[in-house]
């Protein structure tokens, strides 16, 4: 039998290969991620593709700054609900709603103690265009209303036993450095500012553009 040539060094020429399960785990997991991203990307466009839209109007602005633009923090009245059984109780800031369904009036619970159970709590608020053409908050429920334009948000604080501090991810837009200027100048001239809003079936909603006096200002 033919021994090896001299200077052969044990282990050369020996094929050393990876499992391929492992390759196959790492190919899953890629694919998973890849997924996953993918249905958040489509989550926050879906609004914007198929949503109806509607005008919101604005309360306040101001900004903060990045790298490559300014993002303006846009609060609407929406945000924050007087809910009372005769829709009373609103102001320039805030709406005042009525509640749908007995969830709102538990008699087993004190006030205090029923708005603080309530935070992170998901619901949804009914939408209805006043004489001014932009959509205003008439009431609020736990689900859907059918035919209503429903605006689904998270209650984030209850500040008072009968308010509540509701988050839609409406409350940054992202503008070219500069830009935020121009709503904050016309929040100051006492202009009128107005969301554009695609609010999807679902109730999720997304910001198309800033309107000052009825004309979208440029990001």
């Known amino acids: 039998m033919a021994r090896p040539g001299h ?6 020429g020996v094929m050393i290969s990876k499992p391929l399960g492992s390759s196959a785990g790492a190919l899953g997991a890629a694919v998973v991620c890849l997924s996953i991203l993918f249905g958040m990307l489509v989550g926050h466009a879906w609004p914007l593709w198929f949503g109806r839209t509607i005008l919101l109007p604005a309360a306040a602005a101001s900004s903060r700054g990045s790298m490559h633009g300014d993002y303006v ?4 009245p929406a945000m924050t ?3 009372r059984a005769d829709g009373t109780g609103g102001s320039a800031t805030s709406a005042a709603v009525r509640p749908v369904g007995p969830w709102w009036n538990d008699p087993s619970l004190p006030p205090v103690q029923k708005t603080g159970r309530m935070r992170g709590t998901l619901l949804y608020v009914q939408l209805e265009p006043s004489d001014g053409g932009d959509y205003r908050p008439v009431t609020v429920s736990r689900q ?7 605006l689904r948000g998270v209650i984030r604080r209850t500040p008072q036993p009968d308010t509540l501090s509701v ?11 500069g830009k935020p200027e121009a709503v904050a100048a016309a929040f100051r001239a006492k202009r009128r500012v107005q969301l554009e809003v695609a609010v999807a079936s679902s109730g999720r909603a997304r910001i198309r553009s800033l309107l000052i006096d009825g004309v979208p200002v440029s990001k």
């Open 144 to 150: 859907p209303v059918p035919g209503a334009v429903n």
């Open 81 to 83: 609900l007087v809910v």
């Open 7 to 12: 200077g052969w060094r044990r282990g050369e």
């Open 73 to 76: 923090n846009v609060t609407t």
């Open 167 to 177: 988050e839609y991810g409406l409350d940054a837009f992202y503008m070219k450095q």
